[in-house]
T-cell receptor
Framework: NAGVTQTPKFQVLKTGQSMTLQCAQDMNHNSMYWYRQDPGMGLRLIYYSASEGTTDKGEVPNGYNVSRLNKREFSLRLESAAPSQTSVYFC?????????????FGDGTRLSIL | DAKTTQPTSMDCAEGRAANLPCNHSTISGNEYVYWYRQIHSQGPQYIIHGLKNNETNEMASLIITEDRKSSTLILPHATLRDTAVYYCIVFLTGGNTGKLIFGQGTTLQVKP
């Protein structure tokens, strides 16, 4: 049982390039989330999907788009990467946002933009 | 969502209990207290959560004061592998959409 799987684990981009970060969960969870973490800071929510077919902005959505492809998969896209988007990106999932229960996190994608 | 205040860092001797405090004086009646930790370079890991009563699981115990304005996470026998950043989060279910707001957390250093 893999839990939450993120790909790739590492990526280096040049400014202006685009890329999609992939996330998949095998726990049959309804809700999925994308966070970013910068050095010395806590996690900040970028986008979330409360259920299949819905997505909403979090705290720092500018420069990102998301797609909830199906119940298992939730992708994060950078259309035109900027150095300020250099960060570690974490995907998470949970049973439902409306009941108690933990969010389960992947191991992150470390993204550097030159 | 209520804000939390945690000490920036703490030390604990290996084998001793680690007690991590958290203040959440503006917590509302239906907000839960959650604890997560993040070991270096890994994704956050859920530890425990509670509403009013004290809670215990295989990882830790959570003690919530009667007025719910503060709580303490207890790791009963800390090991070197417990060295991590610990996040205390208050979380409203039903009224929002499950968004965890992570603060700066407490860096716990377990020493031999």
């Amino acid at each position: 049982n893999a839990g939450v799987t993120q790909t790739p684990k590492f990526q280096v981009l040049k400014t202006g390039q685009s890329m999609t970060l992939q996330c998949a969960q095998d726990m049959n969870h309804n809700s999925m989330y994308w966070y970013r973490q910068d050095p010395g800071m806590g996690l900040r929510l970028i986008y979330y999907s409360a259920s299949e077919g819905t997505t909403d902005k979090g705290e720092v959505p500018n420069g990102y788009n998301v797609s909830r492809l199906n119940k298992r998969e939730f992708s994060l896209r950078l259309e035109s990467a900027a150095p300020s988007q250099t960060s570690v990106y974490f995907c998470a999932s949970s049973d439902s946002p409306f009941i108690t229960g933990p969010q389960h996190f992947g191991d992150g994608t470390r993204l550097s933009i030159l | 969502d209520a804000k939390t205040t945690q000490p920036t860092s703490m030390d604990c001797a290996e084998g001793r209990a680690a007690n991590l405090p958290c203040n959440h004086s503006t917590i509302s009646g239906n907000e839960y207290v959650y604890w997560y930790r993040q070991i270096h370079s890994q994704g956050p890991q859920y530890i425990i959560h509670g509403l009013k009563n004290n809670e215990t699981n295989e990882m830790a115990s959570l003690i919530i004061t009667e007025d719910r304005k503060s709580s303490t996470l207890i790791l009963p026998h800390a090991t070197l592998r417990d060295t991590a950043v610990y996040y205390c989060i208050v979380f409203l279910t039903g009224g929002n959409t499950g968004k965890l707001i992570f603060g700066q957390g407490t860096t716990l250093q377990v020493k031999p």
